[in-house]
């Protein structure tokens, strides 16, 4: 008994040091490039996307539906119809449901992860929904609102909502630590929120340093680091316990969302210049630049898969921009028909 003891304790030691060693091996050969470009076309602009690993789905805001697509393949397997001004979607695997923040109708769209089809609408208090968070401790979803500047509260087991959180400005893109503590990037005043999903109240503030509108939002749980990009090409890296600016890292301009690789130690921004910068963490006090993989101009919203090592971009091509009139003082280029795409940023082979 006590020899089989001994090998299994060996090969144990042996298993868990080459598992060591490859981590290891990948942290230091990181280099990512576009891999993949699904040609998904389609009518309506975009905004947010989330991505589904369980199901290997791509859940792509597109103005008044949303598309689903397979995230291996980028064929449209699905698309979920009547989500006016939708932002963002919000997935719970442990429930099979999914949630969409429809900035138009103030409202959030349930719909089955299996059929893809909506089985509820939830009127809601808050004005435009925009960033939507499902909080899988507390089973408790949150949208972001930023007309009304707070947080609507729902349960996402009875769909009902059940508080609401005001904010001292205007809400970003958010992230849970999963230990009971939600954070938010508030755009105009340029700091993190910090919001208790248990009682459901703020916490306190988290000043940005030099980061000035900041946007996209992720965080590393194991070394508690917050990574907020900002519109002045800033990554700000704070202790997420104390608040404390551990790092200020160059990034692209016009940054939009934020991931974190913690396989390889990585920070992601996606910029609409047109590039997706990953940010090495060295060790938990020091960052610096890795890689600006270039992307396509306007790729600036992005979901992240860590179990993958895949970020999805997705942007489109457009006509030339017309001349301003009193009417429209700043007007936009139209996107060519059928011109959307989404972008496969992944590891190289």
């Given amino acids: 008994m006590l020899i089989k003891t001994l090998a299994w304790t060996f090969i144990s030691t042996c298993l868990f040091t080459s598992h060591l060693a490859q981590s290891a091996q990948l942290r230091e050969n990181v280099k990512f490039s576009v891999v993949h470009q699904y040609k998904v076309g389609g009518e ?6 989330t991505i589904d690993g369980k199901h290997h789905q791509l859940f792509v805001s597109r103005s008044s539906h949303i598309q689903v697509i397979d995230s291996d393949s980028g064929k449209v397997v699905g698309d979920i119809p009547d989500t006016q001004g939708v932002h963002g979607i919000a997935i719970a695997d442990d429930l099979n449901i999914g949630f969409t923040s429809n900035g138009k109708s103030n409202s959030v769209s349930v719909f089955d992860l ?20 499902y909080e899988p401790v507390t089973k408790h979803i949150f949208t972001f609102n930023g ?14 909502e059940i508080n609401t959180i005001s904010l001292p400005g205007k809400p970003e893109l958010a992230v849970s630590d999963k230990a009971g ?38 965080i590393d749980q194991l070394h508690h680091r917050l990574f907020s990009v900002c519109a002045n090409k800033k990554m700000i890296v704070l202790d997420s316990d104390t608040g404390r600016v551990v790092s200020e890292v160059a990034i692209g301009s016009g940054p939009d969302s934020a991931a ?29 630049v890795l890689q600006d993989v270039t992307t396509q101009k306007g790729a600036r919203t992005m979901a992240y898969d860590s179990d993958t090592h895949r970020a999805y971009l997705v942007t489109a091509s457009f006509g030339e921009t017309p001349p ?17 795409v989404v972008l496969v940023v992944s590891l190289k082979p």
């Fill in 147 to 160: 007309r009304s500047a707070n947080i609507t509260v729902i349960d996402a087991v009875t769909r009902q």
């Fill in 324 to 340: 301003a009139t009193k009417e429209q003082p700043k007007p936009r280029p139209a996107m060519i028909e059928n011109s959307f």
């Fill in 181 to 218: 503590h939600i954070f938010v990037n508030i755009e105009n005043k340029n700091e993190v929120v910090v919001i208790d999903s248990s009682a459901n109240k703020i916490l306190k503030g988290f000043p940005l340093g030099s980061g000035v509108e900041p946007t996209g939002l992720s």
């Fill in 114 to 133: 299996t059929k893809l089809n909506v089985i509820e609408n939830i009127k809601i208090s808050g004005l435009n929904p925009d960033v939507i968070l």
């Fill in 260 to 288: 974190f690789d913690s396989g390889l130690g990585v920070a992601l921004s996606s910029n609409g210049e047109g590039t997706l910068t990953l940010v090495k963490e060295d060790d938990p006090e020091h960052f610096s």
């Fill in 44 to 49: 309506g602009g975009w905004d947010l996307l």
